[in-house]
């Protein structure tokens, strides 16, 4: 059974700072993974995809890795601002198509202190 | 881009009632629709596949009689929670992927919280 866990589950950083947040995953054989933010009360915004043939994604001050191998996915956050105080979780896809199921870490709360 | 709507954002309902959640995809066809539910701080836990045209298939652990859900059509699927109670209170989300451009992830909806009283 795949397994999603995401360290730290919460951390607080003075803006500016560079960023790791960790999620890591039982089961290798996974199809892709994604980052999704989460705004409190909201649903999720998708911020990258990693298929499972790819070592990394980036956007703007986002960077996500991807090691299948060992099961792990980082998303560095540079220059952090208190706008990207949220909690972002990492999901594993198991499948293609559209039967694909996400299996979501516990996410990690950040906050980002002006 | 691929946007799946969600409806209603918000809804208190009193205990023993039902209560319906609407979720459409707006500029795209979804032959397959996910429902997650997600208890305060806690992740996203998939409760069923939504499958256009048949029956859903729901996770273990998901009581298939009270939660119902109908994919009537291409672009809507719909959640019923039956008799509501207190412990079903929670904030429910859906999410659909566009057939043809899966390998840019699933879409989510914005998401609906329950509350029973």
């Known amino acids: 059974k795949q397994e999603v866990t995401q360290i730290p589950a919460a951390l607080s950083v003075p803006e500016g700072e560079n960023l790791v947040l960790n999620c890591s995953f039982t089961?290798?054989?996974?199809?892709?993974l994604q980052w999704f933010r989460q705004d409190p009360g909201k649903g999720l915004t998708s911020l990258l995809l990693?298929?499972?043939?790819?070592r990394e994604q980036t956007s703007g001050r986002l960077n996500a890795s991807l090691d299948k191998s060992s099961g792990r996915s980082t998303l560095y956050i540079a220059a952090s601002q208190p706008g990207d105080s949220a909690t972002y979780l990492c999901a594993v896809r198991l499948g293609s198509g559209n039967t694909g199921k996400l299996i979501f870490g516990q996410g990690t709360t950040l906050q980002v202190k002006p | 881009g691929a946007v799946v709507s969600q409806h209603p954002s918000r809804v208190i309902c009193k205990s023993g009632t039902s209560v319906k959640i609407e979720c459409r995809s707006l500029d795209f066809q979804a032959t397959t629709m996910f429902w997650y539910r997600q208890f305060p701080k806690q992740s996203l836990m998939l409760m069923a596949t939504s499958n256009e045209g048949s029956k859903a298939t729901y996770e273990q652990g998901v009581e298939k009689d009270k939660f119902l859900i109908n994919h009537a059509s291409l672009t809507l699927s719909t959640l019923t929670v039956t008799s509501a109670h207190p412990e079903d209170s929670s904030f429910y989300i859906c999410?659909?992927?566009?057939?043809?451009?899966?390998?840019?992830?699933?879409?989510f909806g914005s998401g609906t919280r329950l509350t029973v009283v």
């Open positions: 089961d290798s054989a996974i199809y892709n």
């Open positions: 990693i298929q499972s043939s790819q």
């Open positions: 999410s659909a992927g566009k057939p043809g451009a899966l390998d840019y992830g699933y879409t």
